[in-house]
């Protein structure tokens, strides 16, 4: 099945327009970025040979801040996917009301098949690359699917070599020691089990004994699983890019993060009164909550039907096609959308980039207890609109990101 993420974007952009009354020029502004850079890296790889790698960054839409968004290193990394994933990102800061706008970068490569000193050359050649065109107030990658701060730590220094000065607003998710906010590695779960926690209390049920499975053990998946489990849910189903298990009592999360560690990957292993199974399989067990956190259009026409779950939090980018969402909205499935359940990551990428502007760094309470309130009171707004227009979480959400946008481009311009 081929993947058009940004196809999927366009859907819910179209919804917003018509739900908000605007005119339908709207549409083409708020599909179209600003500026795409597509380019060519050259390192040479241990071999000593050459190697070219695709490169990208995709500038969505600024008219709320400078352009905020992660770089993924993936194989499947692609421009439809870069530029859906750019877009979403200025709809999510604007769900969450941070000043900033979307882009988002890529290099077409497989991180598990190169080796460090190979890492390092493809994050400083795409550093090299895109110096002219990024910058604390311009535009400020991150760290996503297979990126780490390690090689935010990368970009920086090629980018201050570059420019000779130092900048640490460049770049969020960075190591602590040069200037990375602390509760950045769990602020993504955080922000998705604060607005959990609230549409569980919406909808009058407790926490406590929900059964959830996870789609990827990674940075949002593996982090989520431990805070959840610490708030009394029951972790009955997890996986990662090799395969999943399941056990219908439940696991304890440190174990699996032991196993992992251990073992590489959950294909295979054994753990007593767990079975193994596919990521296929996994995603139609039984459950109470349904966590996506690994990579788009995981939830298709092809299984939604059969999916078990009553909630969905959507930690990972575009997991759900549109054709899905419709099939779950019908299911009466209560799914929290990317633009909101995973925006607590971009959140403290904002407090990480105020605190190395005013250079004065916060304590991990002060990063919390900032977060908390922007998430749930982002999650009410969301709810509340959904409830009385009688739509999807996902169309609130997409509604109230798009309109703050278009109010924000309206202001800067009377030819909009
Ligand atoms: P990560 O690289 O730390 O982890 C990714 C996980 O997904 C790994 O466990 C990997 O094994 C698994 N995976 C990869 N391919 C898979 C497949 N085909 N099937 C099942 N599992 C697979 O990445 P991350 O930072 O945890 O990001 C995961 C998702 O969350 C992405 O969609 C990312 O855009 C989104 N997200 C992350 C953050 C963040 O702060 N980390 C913020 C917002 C959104």
Redesign the pocket.
Known sequence: MKKTPFKNYSVNVEKSVKLLGLPKEFIKKLTTPNRILDKKISITMDSGKKQTFQAYRVQFNNARGPYKG?I?FHPDADLDEVKA?AAAMAVKCAVVGIPLGGGKGGVVCDPKKLSPNEIEKISRAWAKVMTPYIGANKDIP???????GQIMAFILDEFEKNTGKSEPGLIT?KPLSLGGSLG?DT??ADGGAFVLRELVKALGMKERGLRVIV????????TMAKILQKAGYVIVGI????G?IYNSVGFDVEQLERVKHDKG?FKDVAIKGAKNIS?EELLVSDCDVLIP????G?IHVGNAGEIKAKIIVE?????TTPEADEILSRKKVFLIP?VLA?????TV?YFEWVQNVQNYYWTAEEVRARLEPIMVNSFKAVWQMACAKKISLRDAAFAIGIGRITEAMGERSLKL
């Open positions: 992660g993924r994933l991150a760290p996503d699917v297979y990126t780490n998710g950045r602020a993504t789609q990827g053990f990674g940075n949002a998946g593996g996986s990662d890019s090799h999943g990957s990521n956190a690994a990579l788009d995981v930690l990972a980018n575009g997991p990317d995973n925006a607590g990551g971009v990428s």
